[in-house]
């Protein structure tokens, strides 16, 4: 008896008295329902998955789910499919492509090629924990709408793009397809973030480093 209850302790107690910071695929997928054919990574490896059908992201370390979470990808077919890994990171990145011409107290927003004059100086849009998987593209901070709208980068919620961030490093495989086995059981449970119906914030805060800490 006394035996039992040791094991008993060993196997249930710890779930009580520390957080979970990550559970096995298979635990994963019985609370959220199982699924055959779940492709599996190996031991110890992360890769990360994106759906663009599902506007869904999953990183899988071995057989566990490490983070789910929903995105938004780029509008038609500007988010390439195929198999990468992340090239480069930069928690502070600006935008090469898009943002603020500023003069004066003044902001106009455009891309690079819309100089309006002399003495107006460029300032990229904010992409907060920058992954670049491709020259040009990358998995960052953004509002993540329920359809695809991005220029072709990947937009990540705030607590989701550092989580992403931190998880990731320079050679970690990225698989972007139309679909992903995750999709018909945890892709279906994921909840749609409602950060998009907010209105963009001012492009003073936009064009200052306060547009690196979420607001």
Not at 29 to 42: A, R
Not at 71 to 100: A, E, I, M, N
Request: charge should be positive; glycine fraction near 8%.
């Amino acid at each position: 008896m006394m035996r039992f209850l040791i094991l008993f302790s060993s196997l249930f107690f710890p779930y009580f008295s520390s957080p979970i910071k990550a559970i096995s695929l298979d635990d994963f997928l019985d609370i959220f329902g199982k699924e055959e054919n779940v492709q599996k990574g190996h031991p110890g490896k992360i890769v990360v998955k994106i759906s663009l059908n599902n506007q869904a992201l999953y990183i899988v370390k071995g057989e566990k789910i490490v983070l789910a979470t929903h995105v938004c990808t780029g509008k038609g077919d500007t988010t390439p499919t195929g198999h990468f890994k992340v090239l480069d990171k930069q928690q502070r990145k600006r935008s090469s492509s898009y943002g603020f011409w500023v003069k004066d107290g003044k902001y106009i927003p455009s891309d690079i090629s819309g100089r309006p004059g002399a003495g107006w100086r460029y300032v990229g849009y904010p992409m907060p924990y920058a992954v670049e998987f491709l020259p040009g593209y990358y998995i960052h901070q953004g509002y993540v709408w329920p359809v695809p709208r991005s220029h072709g980068c990947i937009r990540l919620e705030w607590k989701e793009a550092e989580k992403f961030y931190q998880l990731v490093d320079i050679g970690t495989p990225i698989v972007i397809a139309r679909t992903q086995a995750e999709d018909k059981r945890i892709g279906r449970k994921l909840k749609q973030p409602k950060s998009y119906r907010k209105p963009d914030p001012p492009p003073f805060l936009l064009v200052s480093e306060k547009a690196f800490s979420p607001y």
